[in-house]
Every structure is written in C-alpha cells, then in structure tokens.
C-alpha cells in the first residue's frame, strides 16, 4: 500500500503545479489532522481510530541515511573568508555544473599545505583539484566537504594508449 500511494503521488506530482499543489495541500491536511489528534487521548479519523501514540508515530518522518560520494575534480576557489584563521569558510565553484559549494575548511597541522593551495588558487584564480565528500539524500545534495587538496592526474599514461 505504502509503495501504491507513492507512486500516486508521483504521478500527481508530474501532472504540473496544479499536482504539487494538490500534493502539498493533502500532506498539509494530514499533518494537520495528526497534530490535533495527537494532542487528545483519541480519535477517530475516516473510521479510523488513533490513540495519542499513534498519532506521534505517524507524524514523525524517518530520516533517510545520506550516501556519501567521494569525488576528485578541478574546482575554482571563489572566495575565502579569512574571519577566523583557524576555522575558514571557503566557497568553490564547480566548472561542469556553475554550482557553488560553501563549506568549512578547519586549519589543522597537516592542512597548512592545502591552505596555501587554496590561497594561490584564489590569487591566481586557476582551478584547482581537490577530493570532495558529497553527501545527498534521494539524489539531492545536502552538504560538500573538502577533504584535501590533491595533484592533477597524469594525463600522459592515457595519451600514450592513443
């Protein structure tokens, strides 16, 4: 049944904005209903009767464990707010997709050589590799962090297989 209903949802969904909005207001209409159900001992919805417990129960969302890609690719360092030396936010631009990614880069003892990578790239404004953990849910990407500064690949060793 669970399976059923979201593909009915999908489906409704496609049909446009008037099919998200329908969704969006049914979702709306249901975590309504279960919010005052679960604020009294019981209810009965649709001849359906629900305790307070059950209500609390259907009103919580599981969360879904993200997947975490690691990805190693050129970037463009867009900006580097140096507020606090030892906790710096870097924004980096991802060339293929002209999308930015803000994160946190915390300067420890072995980051100093990657400090200095970001820096120059800044300064000379050429890309940059880096490794990269994305971490998405259903597709959707959550968060982005930079795990390190990496040399370019050797480009010759498949030149020489032409």
Same mark, same amino acid.
């Given at each position: 049944?669970?399976? +059923?209903? *979201?593909? #009915?949802? =999908?489906?409704? !969904?496609?049909?446009? @904005?008037?099919?998200?909005?329908?969704?969006?207001?049914?979702?709306?209409?249901?975590?309504?209903?279960?919010?005052?159900?679960?604020?009294?001992?019981?209810?009965?919805?649709?001849?359906?009767?629900?305790?307070?417990? +059950?209500? *609390?129960? #259907?009103? =919580?969302?599981? !969360?879904?464990?993200? @997947?975490?890609?690691?990805?190693?690719?050129?970037?463009?360092?867009?900006?580097?707010?140096?507020?606090?030396?030892?906790?710096?936010?870097?924004?980096?631009?991802?060339?293929?997709?002209?999308?930015?990614?803000?994160?946190?880069?915390?300067?420890?003892?072995?980051?100093?050589?990657?400090?200095?990578?970001?820096?120059?790239?800044?300064?000379?404004?050429?890309?940059?590799?880096?490794?990269?953990?994305?971490?998405?849910?259903?597709?959707?990407?959550?968060?982005?962090?930079?795990?390190?500064?990496?040399?370019?690949?050797?480009?010759?060793?498949?030149?020489?297989?032409?």
């Amino acid at each position: 049944m669970n399976k +059923q209903l *979201e593909q #009915l949802i =999908t489906i409704v !969904k496609e049909q446009g @904005d008037i099919g998200k909005r329908a969704v969006a207001a049914v979702i709306a209409t249901n975590e309504a209903l279960l919010k005052a159900a679960a604020k009294t001992r019981e209810v009965e919805i649709n001849d359906n009767h629900l305790s307070r417990d +059950q209500a *609390e129960l #259907l009103r =919580t969302v599981p !969360k879904k464990k993200p @997947d975490v890609t690691f990805v190693k690719q050129p970037v463009r360092v867009i900006d580097i707010n140096t507020a606090d030396e030892r906790d710096l936010q870097i924004v980096l631009l991802d060339p293929k997709t002209g999308e930015e990614h803000r994160m946190k880069f915390t300067d420890t003892l072995f980051a100093s050589d990657d400090r200095h990578k970001l820096f120059l790239a800044l300064e000379t404004r050429e890309p940059i590799w880096v490794e990269l953990a994305v971490r998405s849910v259903q597709g959707e990407v959550r968060s982005v962090q930079l795990l390190r500064c990496i040399d370019p690949p050797d480009l010759t060793e498949y030149e020489s297989d032409r």
